[in-house]
């Protein structure tokens, strides 16, 4: 009888196991368990930011694809101190050969409904082959290893967005130094212009501050769509604290 494992939306049978199992040929496709990804992310995150760090888990929600060949986590934490602030991590995998796996973790996280997913802070991708469980243990570890650091600079920055004042003129000769530099397209260069002018959500109070100028660069070029948008966020975070705060 297949494994059941409890998968957050709802209970499925993990297609590795049993009857679904699918065929590996050679070395080229080893697909991952769904509950040992999950299983992967829970060890490591318990290692390393315990009870004993002060970081609170405040969620790991996972759910499955309807055909059950893909899968898609999230979890939360809360740093120390920080009521309702700190990272996330999202991570995906497939026994259908359809996605590898990839974990990314940031203040922000953007994901498609294809399962494209990216951090602000970093993200590792490996393809379901030979050794690829075994890999990925030591990259997401070390990956989280790095988020603290990571993770806590990008929050002291978004502080220091929130506090300084930014006019809309400033905000567009940033675009344009933006489109220069090629941080980005032309195309998405238009959307912030008019996200600039009549914003779609209120980021502050005011409205005029380099926090506000940040949000309308990610979501016009989030609009775009395409696997750019994937690329860009901490090109776009360092983009303003490059011209903005130093």
């Not at 004993?52 to 499955?64: E, S």
């Not at 300084?164 to 567009?172: D, E, H, N």
């Amino acid at each position: 009888r297949p494994k059941r494992v409890c998968l957050g939306l709802r209970r499925v049978h993990d297609p590795v196991y049993g009857r679904n199992t699918p065929k590996v040929r050679g070395n080229r496709h080893v697909p991952i368990g769904f509950h040992d990804l999950a299983e992967q992310v829970d060890k490591q995150v318990r290692a390393l930011y315990g009870d004993h760090t002060g970081y609170v888990q405040r969620g790991h929600h996972i759910t499955v694809s309807k055909d059950g060949g893909k899968v898609f986590g999230l979890l939360t934490m809360e740093a120390p101190g920080m009521e309702g602030r700190g990272w996330a991590m999202g991570w995906r995998g497939s026994v259908d050969k359809s996605l590898g796996s990839l974990f990314a973790i940031g203040v922000n996280l953007w994901m498609c409904e294809n399962l494209c997913l990216s951090g602000d802070a970093m993200r590792v991708m490996r393809k379901s082959t030979k050794n690829a469980k075994d890999d990925l243990e030591g990259r997401v570890l070390s990956m989280l290893w790095k988020a603290d650091d990571l993770v806590g600079n990008m929050l002291d920055d978004l502080d220091a967005f929130k506090t300084a004042r930014l006019s809309q003129t400033r905000m567009a000769e940033l675009v344009g130094r933006a489109q220069y530099d090629g941080v980005i397209k032309p195309t998405q260069a238009n959307r912030i212009y008019r996200e600039i002018h009549e914003p779609t959500h209120a980021y502050t109070p005011e409205g005029d501050t380099v926090y506000d100028c940040f949000n309308h660069f990610t979501y016009a070029c989030k609009q775009g769509g395409g696997d750019r948008m994937f690329q860009q966020p901490g090109n776009i975070h360092q983009f303003h604290k490059d011209y903005v705060l130093e």
